[in-house]
């Protein structure tokens, strides 16, 4: 069952098209990585269905719904979450206030049982958000976005600036959500991890999608010259 | 593809401009001193227009303060011809005395961004304004009047008043014109249109946003020097009042921040609204209020602004055009 | 008078710029907006303020508890039409507009009111003229203690409503990050909307302030801004403690301006002012914190 049908996306800064016509579908408990070179308008992309980019064209349809003119934080309240691109932390909030202060739904995430998905947070509970270390922020991040029980959890980026033993254990706390049933779309510019943690992928490039697939059937090279737009005629 | 400064529309435009002005010269000879009168004041209005849009069009500096330096032009000139200077000399010191004065201001307000330096000038412009409320000499805060233009006639003395005027506003609006034009006034208009982005290429944005700020310093201070010369009687009170700030924000706002044309189209707005809604009072204050407002928030290029850009409509050439080739598309 | 008497008066007179300075504050501290209106809408509490004990011949005090829902909708309202929108565009439009406001208010004051200059010092009561004298040279009154008390609090309430309330957490948040805010369901706009009618209850505590311990008519507001905002800055921008001291500091250099003479009082504000702003601001730029 189709959670999330994004159609004919356009979405611009001024001038610059980031988004061009993109459609595309994320079912039900399915994960999906959304791969592409730094500028190909992924995050965009990512921002237009969470509501915090108005699209030039196009709509975005949550769970049978059109939601292209509802606000972010009304989305956030029909379960959709992003774990925005650098963590966006409220620096002077401390880890317990960066969770409280989300909105919440109902279901199996509270302040409590995200402290245990991310032990490492317990003792830094009361500290500001500004002192934690890129780790530590990227475990809150992800638990601001889960407080809110989201159905469709948007990642954009949560290997950025992160040490890979940090990015080994976010993902295998990412794997725990995952395997839980939460639909996952997320930006990974780590080809290897994104191929892994994927059941489908899609590439992007300069705003439009150039490959689709199943990442076990998905050729490596065939990914990475869709990535390059190596295909393209000269 | 061709860069053109110099289109018909702007060639024409500027051609009648400067016939204008010669055919303004003539106004003393043909018409009645209160008309004069009421013209100068139209000349004062374009002049604090231009020199308001010079600040925030250009420079992206919002002034609630500028009376600062028209009150220093207006009582300059009572001092100055208070120690015998005649009036009209002293009128010309006057406004160089107020500009220099700015410079030592720049270096203080200019430290501030945005809100801190719009009220920070309105902070200097009262404190201004206490220090010449406390000199006896300068008539305290009863005010005082420029006695020595008695020595002329009335009609000679609007006369003289109005060619100063005139004088002014053309030097003033020449000197904003070369500057928009030459290659410190192109890194202006990129200062305006994203100061950040301006910095990274290597334009010197504090010096560039010095220089128009003591150009509006002399500007205002003539600007005040033929308030005091106009009116004849000056106080504290008003000739410091941030209601000078006001009728330069309705103007520019109205006519079009940020463009050559649009502070003259709102000077000659307000002077026809002034003119016609002759009690004044606090209905008319209203009125300009809520449409400055307005302006700002529904229509922030002004009228004329927002007429050049549905058009591509320059009158006078102080931007550069790109001109497309057969079968080229056009940018803006 | 005493240079310590001064002190002491000066502290009051603080107290009360402080109250004034704290909307401003508030409203510069989330929104990164300066309010131009904003001691026109002290003054124009104290207007309403004024008519209610003029209706029902309640105490100023009583009139303010009525007063304050209508000003609090008023807040909301200007948020909503005006400074919304100019949120949306660039830094100078809130400016702008809320200086067309400023004229608006102070005209329609002017049409309604009379230029006429008005108190509620004597229907405020005893408070307005009992003091103490606590030593020869040294007299405290009742109300400079009142105001001082009520400043204090109304810090106190605003450090704790934003420290520990999930409603000040959110406001926190959306100050720091609105794009952020919207993301975990917070509604920014519903936060803007708060704290502007938050500012505009407290300038109207100004305004009362004002109506009882001096005098007021509607061309009274630029000068409460100027006072307000020169608190602000010599506080620190976006320190909400900073804003009691600043108001205090700039109570104290005005009164102490006016042991020289008089006429000096608000000019040595004045020049305190310019003094923090070539200290502070010499030499780059300062980054702004967020209120806290």
Redo the contacts between chains.
């Keep these: 069952m189709t959670l999330l049908r994004v159609e004919n996306l356009d979405c611009r800064y001024g001038l610059l098209q980031a988004v061009r016509g993109v459609s595309f579908e994320v079912g039900r408990g399915e994960t999906v990585a959304l791969i592409g070179a730094n500028g190909a308008g992924k995050t965009t992309l990512l921002r237009a269905i969470v509501g915090a980019h108005k699209p030039y064209g196009g709509r975005v349809h949550f769970d049978d719904a059109d939601v292209t003119s509802t606000r972010a934080h009304s989305r956030v309240s029909l379960g959709i979450a992003l774990v925005p691109e650098g963590r966006r932390l409220f620096p002077s909030l401390t880890v317990e206030e960066n969770l409280r202060v989300a909105a919440t739904r109902q279901g199996r995430w509270n302040v409590q049982s995200v402290l245990e998905v991310f032990p490492l947070l317990q003792p830094r509970r009361h500290m500001p958000a500004a002192n934690l270390s890129g780790g530590e922020q990227q475990a809150v991040a992800i638990g601001r976005a889960l407080m809110s029980n989201p159905r469709l959890l948007l990642l954009d980026e949560v290997s950025l600036g992160l040490a890979p033993i940090v990015v080994d254990s976010v993902y295998r706390s990412l794997a725990g959500i995952i395997s839980e049933g939460t639909t996952v779309l997320l930006v990974e510019q780590d080809l290897t991890r994104a191929l892994k943690v994927a059941g489908r992928v899609i590439c992007m490039l300069e705003g439009r999608i150039v490959l689709e697939g199943e990442a076990a059937s998905l050729d490596r090279d065939r990914v990475v010259s869709a990535y390059f737009g190596l295909q393209r005629p000269a | 593809m061709r860069v053109q400064r110099w289109t018909r529309t702007s060639r024409v435009f500027t051609g009648a401009t400067v016939a204008i002005a010669v055919l303004l010269a003539t106004v003393p000879l043909v018409f009645e001193s209160d008309v004069v009168q009421k013209l100068t004041n139209l000349l004062i209005l374009v002049l604090l227009a231009a020199m308001w849009n010079a600040l925030?069009g250009y420079g992206?500096l919002?002034s609630?303060g500028q009376q600062a330096f028209i009150g220093i032009g207006a009582y300059g000139t009572i001092f100055f011809a208070g120690l015998g200077v005649s009036p009209y000399p002293a009128m010309v010191l006057a406004m160089l005395v107020a500009g220099v004065i700015s410079i030592p201001i720049s270096f203080?307000a200019l430290?501030?961004?945005?809100?801190?330096f719009?009220?920070?000038m309105?902070?200097?412009a009262?404190?201004i304004s206490?220090?010449v409320?406390?000199d006896q000499n300068l008539g305290a805060g009863t005010g005082i009047s420029l006695i020595q233009l008695n020595q002329y006639a009335p009609n000679f003395r609007q006369a003289y008043t109005f060619w100063l005027a005139l004088a002014f506003t053309v030097i003033f609006l020449a000197a904003l014109f070369f500057l928009l034009r030459s290659p410190l006034g192109v890194s202006l208009q990129a200062i305006r249109d994203d100061e950040d982005a301006a910095r990274s290429l290597g334009v010197r944005v504090a010096a560039r946003k010095r220089l128009l700020f003591i150009l509006a310093g002399f500007g205002c201070g003539a600007a005040g020097v033929l308030i005091g010369a106009n009116t004849l009687f000056i106080e504290p009170g008003s000739i410091f009042s941030?209601q000078w700030?006001?009728y330069m924000?309705f103007m520019v706002?109205v006519g079009g921040l940020g463009t050559f044309e649009g502070p003259i189209l709102g000077a000659i707005l307000l002077f026809w609204i002034q003119t016609t809604f002759t009690q004044g009072g606090?209905?008319y204050?209203?009125g300009?209020?809520?449409?400055?407002?307005?302006f700002?928030?529904a229509l922030?290029r002004g009228i004329w602004g927002t007429i050049e850009e549905r058009l591509g409509l320059r009158l006078l050439p102080v931007g550069y055009r790109v001109v497309a080739g057969k079968g080229e598309e056009r940018t803006a | 008078m005493t240079i310590a008497n001064a002190v002491v008066q000066g502290i009051f007179l603080g107290a009360f710029y402080a109250v004034l300075a704290c909307g401003l504050s508030i409203m510069f501290g989330v929104m990164r907006i300066i309010n131009l209106a904003h001691g026109d809408i002290a003054v124009l509490g104290a207007y309403v303020v004024f008519v209610i004990v003029q209706a029902t011949g309640m105490s100023p005090f009583v009139a303010f508890i009525v007063a304050l829902p209508v000003m609090i909708v008023l807040g909301y309202l200007l948020q909503l039409t005006i400074l919304e929108r100019s949120l949306k565009s660039g830094i100078l439009t809130p400016l702008l507009a809320t200086f067309g406001l400023s004229i608006v208010i102070q005209n329609l004051l002017l049409i309604k009111f009379s230029p006429d200059v008005r108190s509620l010092g004597g229907e405020a009561g005893a408070v307005t003229t009992s003091s103490w004298q606590v030593t020869s040279g040294l007299s405290v009154s009742a109300l400079g203690i009142v105001i001082l008390v009520v400043a204090v609090l109304v810090f106190g309430a605003l450090q704790l409503f934003l420290s520990r309330t999930r409603a000040g957490w959110m406001m926190r948040a959306t100050a720091e990050d609105a794009d952020a805010a919207e993301l975990v369901g917070i509604d920014s706009r519903g936060v803007y909307a708060r704290a502007t009618a938050l500012a505009v209850a407290i300038a109207a505590l100004g305004g009362l302030f004002l109506a009882i311990r001096s005098v007021f008519d509607p061309l009274s507001g630029p000068t409460q801004l100027i006072f307000a905002f020169e608190a602000v800055v010599i506080g620190g921008m976006g320190s909400l403690w900073g804003t009691l001291l600043g108001g205090l500091a700039l109570g104290v250099a005005q009164t102490l301006g006016a042991q020289i003479n008089p006429e000096y009082s608000a000019l040595s504000g004045h020049l305190l002012f310019l003094a923090v702003l070539v200290v502070r601001y010499g030499g780059g730029r300062v980054s702004l914190r967020t209120a806290r």
């Design positions: 925030a992206g919002l609630v203080l430290r501030l961004r945005a809100a801190q719009a009220i920070g309105w902070v200097i009262e404190a206490i220090l409320r406390l941030v700030s006001a924000i706002l606090p209905w204050l209203v300009l209020g809520a449409t400055a407002a307005l700002a928030l922030p």
